[in-house]
């Protein structure tokens, strides 16, 4: 908890004092460019996953700290949209270094708040510093067009613009990765910024403003404000926020969706996953058995591209008698410890309900091939540990394949026919990834054509695209126009101006048409 509190109070030392001398440590707002602790009494425990500790707590901010937050975003506005897109980018080359400096820190952060194991925690950093780093080239992503001579003496030109205030509401299953597929490109891009953390996990969000501010981020541009439903809510509805980016559940997403759009805003959600990996015989046996075990039971399936159900073309018997053997051979563990492949899930609610769902698909006839449920971890008895578990022949209509599990849970699905298999994967609601595995190109060229998933992967099982791309979700698993990232993000975050002008000697006389202007 010292380090914890080293990292987050006294690194910068802005922090108030109160916030810091709390114990637990209380997680400050960020409004203005001041860390500031809540005037609220209502606060809600980060609890160590692997531990049971109360790392710090999070306020639920009250609705006169929310309205500050977005008046400190919308006053900074005007001078950031008018600092040169140059010295923006350098604030984005500055910031990239520094997570780079800090990567240890905030893995470790991450691990306490989250559970997941330390190396993936630094993927989970990794990934979201590719982001900070394509925001370094935002000019060239943000040029507009130019067509001179539209008609005779005149030209027409589009330029991209900043929105004005917008706003992030992140998950807690990638404590960094998924604050920074927000703000750095919306803040280049000019914008000023709230983000609402995941309230499971907000150290990271707190290290990565203080780096953000240590690289020259003016004090209002980004602004952090903690709490649930009721400042979600808020958020949806305040005339001075533009758009929001949001990522978790569909509950929360389509809710969001539904509530800001009717609002006039922009929203981009990214939302639930059921990702589906289809196996056929050619396929490689030992990279596939990896890739399956990897994708499936990696962050303890905590992934919205986390592997969850296969489907075997033809006998499934020896491909899945050997991916027990594989996924037996995993370590559960505290993410501390260095031997860990997995570690606990987020909560003990997360775990009984994960429990909760692979009973149900034996219940209802699913072949129960491995169990992690009992799992006891040495030191760690009060972890939400749940080993990998593997259910068999399994069926669309049961519970465990029609809801999203989130846990290291995989099911195994058998069908007849490649055409079968693809139909099968189809017909579920979400599309946010699928793979398939085989040594077969023009298979392969079948399934990317006819698969209905916004990620495809062909011999790769966890397809999330690079930040030159768009992180490209589709169906239930997306709600909004404008994906995150890539050029999408770019112009989620700004509004297209279009300009028209004319300069040349004009003659005079000639008189007034009122005729719709051609362009002669
Ligand atoms: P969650 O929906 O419970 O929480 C996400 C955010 O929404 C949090 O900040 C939370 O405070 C807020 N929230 C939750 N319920 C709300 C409500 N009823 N009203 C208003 N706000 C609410 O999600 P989670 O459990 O933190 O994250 C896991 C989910 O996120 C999974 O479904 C996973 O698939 C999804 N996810 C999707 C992607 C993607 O890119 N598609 C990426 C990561 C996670």
Redesign the pocket.
Known sequence: IFALRSSYYFSTGVVEPSSSLRSPPRVPNLIGGKFVDSQSSSTIDVINPATQEVVSQIPLTTNEEFKAAVSAAKHAFPAWRNTPITTRQRVMLKLQELIRRDTDKLAMNITTEQGKTLKDAHGDVFRGLEVVEHACGMATLQMGEYVPNVANGIDTFSIREPLGVCAG??????PAM?PLWMFPVAVTCGNTFVL?P???DPGASIILAELAMEAGLPNGVLNIVHG??DI??AICDDDDIRAISF???????M??YSRASAKGKRVQS????KNHAIVLPDANTDATLNALVAAGFGAAGQR?MALSTVVFVGDSQSWENKLVECAKSLKVNAGTEPDADLGPVISKQAKERVCKLIESGVESGARLLLDGRNIVVPGYEDGNFIGPTILSGVTADMDCYKE?I?GPVLLCVEADSFEEAIHFVNRNKYG?GAAIFTTSGAAARKFQTEIEAGQVGINVPIPVPLPFFS?T?SKA??AGDLNFYGKAGVNFYTQIKTITQQWKDLPGGGGVSLAMPTSQ
């Open positions: 509401i992140c998950p807690f299953n990638f998924i609402k995941s309230e499971k649930t439903n979600v809510n990522v978790g559940s569909n509950t929360a997403g809710h969001i990214n939302m639930g996953a919205c999203e989130f946010n992180f979700g698993s997306f």
